[in-house]
């Protein structure tokens, strides 16, 4: 038994959780439902690093994925279907190493190892995906974005806690050169499997093939895993990059420099808002924020247009309609009496083509468009003149006669 196990008597006490890592046993976090473990320990250890708390003895932590634990003691059952995790084929000549190397190849998308490596990792209904931030792009939320873009399985990245960890998940091209001491994160539940699409195969070359002069945050691969030299973390974007609508409960949160989770709001669908669940104590976590006072109660999302609508069907008409996961899909109302489940849903999305690139309708504004690339390249962008707004995510504004092959298209669900 390792020292830190020894010496570990308070935390045992308090949370009753022991983690085997690395040849020790230390005292615990669950975080994400198991996803990942904070791991505590009274001495030093390689890889740990200090970060003490209040009341407590153990101020060297680590967080690691449930995938590096040999054994987890103590752990409560779990309440909900654990998600899928990448599983990686045994084989004589190749193993964990082999994969990340093969991960971080672009020639390597079609290895067939890799791909059954990468399709393992799956999103569900109800499963919870997250989205990485910088200040401005939570004010942006905040304000009335949706979820667009390339996004991770909380499952995947949940040991990842750190500004410094998370770097390497952002999109706004700012990384590990933004030296702020706060990570931000938007959290929801997916909808359908089908709103997500794996940015790999020939339809998503382009994003491959895009110069570092016309894009924001890290090259994309195009074998579905993230850029990293020490993390596997497949990633996903939203299919065509269209927004999604925003689920019921959606969360957005802080980690600060210590790792901890900080609920910043909860989205109100009824009120189209989000409610401020932080307190006193926290509220300077949300000082570099642009525009969004730290003290506001409530902020609603106002008259943003909307480029998405999830569309229910109950007794024949049409309604608006919400995703309050893991329950389903009812009737958007103020009143509880009319929040009925729906009878059919789907996700409404406006496409169109501009100079023969297909594109998103996401406004009109006297006559111009706003459109976003389906399929991001460096033929499309120059064609388009698109502008990066983020990873994966180009815009542009076109004049409304120019534009065919405008129309509405609803991707209904299975319920």
């Known amino acids: 038994m390792s020292v830190a196990s020894q010496s570990s008597g308070a935390a045992d006490e308090r949370t009753g959780l022991r983690v085997a890592y690395g040849g020790g046993v230390y005292p615990a976090e669950e975080i994400a439902r198991g996803a990942a473990y904070g791991l505590f320990s009274a001495d030093e250890v390689p890889g740990f690093e200090w970060a003490p708390r209040p009341g407590t003895g153990l101020p060297w932590r680590r967080f690691v994925h449930v995938t590096e634990v040999t054994a987890v003691h103590g752990a409560a059952e779990p309440v909900e279907q654990p998600e899928t995790p990448l599983l990686v084929p045994l084989h004589r000549e190749r193993g ?10 672009p020639q390597a998308a079609g290895d067939p190892l890799l791909t059954a490596v990468r399709w393992s990792a799956a ?3 109800g499963t919870r995906m997250v989205k990485i931030l910088s200040a401005g792009q939570l004010a942006g939320y905040v304000r009335g974005w949706l979820p667009h873009g390339f996004c991770y399985r909380e499952h995947d ?14 999109g706004d091209g700012a990384g590990a050169r933004d030296d702020t001491d706060v990570t931000y994160v938007l959290r929801w539940r997916a909808a359908d499997p089908a709103d997500y699409d794996v940015p790999v195969g020939a339809e998503h070359r382009g994003l491959v093939e895009l110069a570092p002069r016309d894009r924001l945050g890290a090259a994309v691969l195009g074998t579905g895993f993230v850029p990293s030299s020490s993390q596997l973390v497949p990633e996903f974007i939203t299919r065509d990059f269209a927004d999604l609508p925003m689920p019921a409960n959606a969360t957005l949160l802080a980690y600060p420099a210590d790792g901890s989770e900080v609920v910043l709001y909860t989205y109100q669908a009824e009120q189209r808002g989000w409610l401020r669940m932080v307190g006193p104590q926290w509220r300077h976590l949300l000082a570099a924020v642009p525009g969004l006072s730290p003290d506001q109660e409530y902020v609603p999302t106002g008259e943003v247009p909307r480029s998405t609508q999830l569309i229910g069907g109950y007794a024949g008409g049409e309604y608006e309609a919400v995703a309050d996961l ?8 103020m009143t509880r009496a009319a929040r009925y489940p729906v009878d059919s849903v789907a996700r409404r999305v ?3 083509r501009w100079r023969d690139v297909p594109c998103l309708v996401l406004r009109e504004e006297a006559g111009w468009l706003r459109l ?19 990873r994966g995510v180009y815009e542009t504004w076109a004049p409304g006669t120019e534009v065919t092959d405008d129309r509405v298209v609803d991707h209904p669900y299975v319920i």
């Open 350 to 352: 406006r496409h169109a």
């Open 372 to 390: 976003r690339l389906c399929r991001p390249g460096p033929e499309a962008v120059a064609t388009t003149g698109a502008q990066c707004h983020e």
């Open 157 to 170: 990245v949940a040991h990842l806690r750190t500004p410094a960890a998370t770097a390497v998940l952002r």
């Open 123 to 125: 999103v569900r209904r």
């Open 326 to 333: 893991p329950g389903g899909f009812r009737v958007l109302a």
């Open 96 to 105: 964990w190493a082999s994969v990340h190397q093969l991960a971080q190849q």
